[in-house]
C-alpha cells in the first residue's frame, strides 16, 4: 500500500510559479512511475506530467511543455512539480498518483494510487 500527499497549492497570479510536492510512504517508492493530473470544474481528470520509476524518462502534456518540470527525489520518496509562467487556464486540483513499474501512463485508469489533490489557483 502507498499513500500519497500532496502540498504546494495556492494562490498565484499568472506568470508566476509554484512548486507541489508529493510524499509517499512506504519502502518501495523506487519501484513506482509518477505522474501528475489536474481536473478543473466540470472537467475530467487530465494528464500533466509524468516520470519514469528512476526519474530517467519524462512525459508531458503539450499545454505544459517548456513550464512545467517533473522530478522526483528516491532517497526522500517524493515527487515534485515545478511550474513556472502560470496562466489562469492552470487553475485546478492537482493530484498525484503512483503506478506500479518502470514506465509512465498518461491515463489515469492505469494509476493504482492517488493523493487527496491540492488546490492551484491562478488570477489573471
Known amino acids: 500500500q502507498v499513500q500519497l500527499g500532496e502540498s504546494g497549492g495556492g494562490l498565484v497570479q499568472a506568470g508566476g510559479s509554484l512548486r507541489l510536492s508529493c510524499a509517499t510512504s512506504?519502502?518501495?517508492?523506487?519501484?513506482?512511475?509518477m505522474g501528475w493530473f489536474r481536473q478543473a470544474p466540470g472537467r475530467e481528470r487530465e494528464f500533466v506530467a509524468a516520470?519514469?520509476?528512476?526519474?530517467?524518462?519524462?512525459n508531458y502534456a503539450d499545454s505544459v511543455k517548456g513550464r512545467f518540470t517533473i522530478s522526483r527525489d528516491n532517497a526522500k520518496s517524493t515527487v515534485y512539480l515545478q511550474m513556472n509562467s502560470l496562466k489562469p487556464e492552470d487553475t485546478a486540483v492537482y493530484y498525484c498518483?503512483?503506478?506500479?513499474?518502470?514506465?509512465?501512463?498518461?491515463?489515469?485508469?492505469?494509476?493504482?494510487?492517488w493523493g487527496q489533490g491540492t488546490q492551484v489557483t491562478v488570477s489573471s
Open positions: 498518483a503512483a503506478r506500479r513499474g518502470w514506465y509512465y501512463s498518461i491515463l489515469p485508469r492505469e494509476y493504482d494510487y
Open positions: 512506504g519502502r518501495t517508492f523506487s519501484s513506482y512511475a
Open positions: 516520470i519514469s520509476s528512476n526519474g530517467g524518462r519524462t
